[in-house]
C-alpha cells in the first residue's frame, strides 16, 4: 500500500506538474493548471521606502480557458503614508494579465516550459508615482517566462518590458527565482517549499537601477497555498529620498 501511496504521487506529479511545487512569490512561472480551473489569489505587499510606507493588497482572480492559455484581472487598493505629503487610502491601478504557453518538454518527474506574457496597467490610481502600485498611467508590459522544475527543484527565469508611454517608469525587468521542496511528492499535496529570488529593475529614463532579493518560505496543502517573504535591496541605485528599505510579503491563493 506504501508503494502504490508514493507510485500515485508520482503520477499525480506528472500530470499535474504545478502541484508539485508552489507559484514563486515575488517571481512568476510558467507551469499552469489544467483548462477550465480558476485561481483567487492575493499578495500584499507592505513596502518601507525612505519617501514613506506603502500597503497594497490586489485581490487577483485567474482563469485558465485552455491548458496552455490564462487570463487574469488583478483589482487593487493602497494605503500609503508619503513624508511630507499625501496619506491616505484608494483603489490602486487594476491591472489585466494574460499568458500563453508556446513551449513545453516534459520528461521523468520533470519538465521545461516557456510562455509569452502580458500585463496591461490600467490609470485607475492616484498619481504616486509608485513603481508597480499606483502610478495613475497606463503600462504595457511584455515578456517572456521560462521554467524548469525536478523532483528536487525548481527554476524560474523572466524577462519583459514595462511601457509607460505618458511618464518616466519605463522599465527593463529580469527576475529570477529558486524553488526548494523541503518534502517529498505525496498525495494528498502536501508542500513546504523555500523561495531565493532576485529581481533585477533599470528604468531607462530616471537611470535608476536595483537589485532586490526576496527570501521566502511557503505552505501548500492540497489547493490552498500561503506565502511568506522578506525582500531587502542588494543594489540600491536610485535617487535620495526614494530608495527601498524592505518589503514583506503575505499571501495566499486557493485553486478550483
Not at 511584455?142 to 518590458?161: D, T
Request: glycine fraction near 10%.
Amino acid at each position: 500500500m506504501k508503494n502504490f501511496t508514493w507510485l500515485l504521487a508520482i503520477i499525480l506529479f506528472g500530470i499535474q506538474y504545478c502541484e508539485a511545487q508552489g507559484p514563486p512569490i515575488t517571481a512568476d512561472k510558467p507551469i499552469m493548471l489544467g483548462g477550465g480551473s480558476f485561481t483567487a489569489k492575493t499578495l500584499t505587499e507592505i513596502r518601507h521606502t525612505e519617501r514613506g510606507d506603502f500597503t497594497y493588497v490586489p485581490v487577483m482572480l485567474h482563469y485558465l480557458p485552455t491548458s496552455n492559455s490564462l487570463v487574469a484581472i488583478h483589482l487593487p487598493y493602497i494605503n500609503y503614508d508619503i513624508e511630507n505629503g499625501p496619506s491616505g487610502s484608494s483603489l490602486a491601478d487594476i491591472k489585466i494579465m494574460g499568458k500563453y504557453q508556446f513551449f513545453r518538454k516534459d520528461g521523468t518527474g520533470k519538465t521545461f516550459r516557456m510562455v509569452a506574457k502580458t500585463l496591461q496597467t490600467l490609470p485607475t490610481g492616484r498619481e504616486l508615482d509608485v513603481m508597480d502600485l499606483s502610478t495613475g498611467k497606463y503600462a504595457g508590459y511584455y515578456g517572456i517566462v521560462a521554467g524548469y522544475e525536478s523532483l528536487k527543484y525548481g527554476i524560474s527565469n523572466e524577462l519583459g518590458y514595462n511601457w509607460v508611454p505618458d511618464g518616466s517608469l519605463d522599465a527593463l525587468t529580469h527576475k529570477i527565482g529558486f524553488g526548494l521542496p523541503l518534502l517529498k511528492p505525496q498525495y494528498p499535496n502536501k508542500q513546504i517549499n523555500l523561495y531565493f529570488e532576485y529581481t533585477n529593475s533599470w528604468l531607462v529614463e530616471r537611470d535608476w537601477y536595483q537589485l532586490l532579493y526576496a527570501q521566502g518560505i511557503q505552505y501548500a496543502r492540497k489547493n490552498v497555498t500561503f506565502d511568506l517573504a522578506v525582500q531587502v535591496p542588494l543594489v540600491n541605485d536610485i535617487e535620495a529620498g526614494r530608495k527601498l528599505n524592505y518589503s514583506l510579503f503575505l499571501g495566499s491563493r486557493y485553486s478550483f
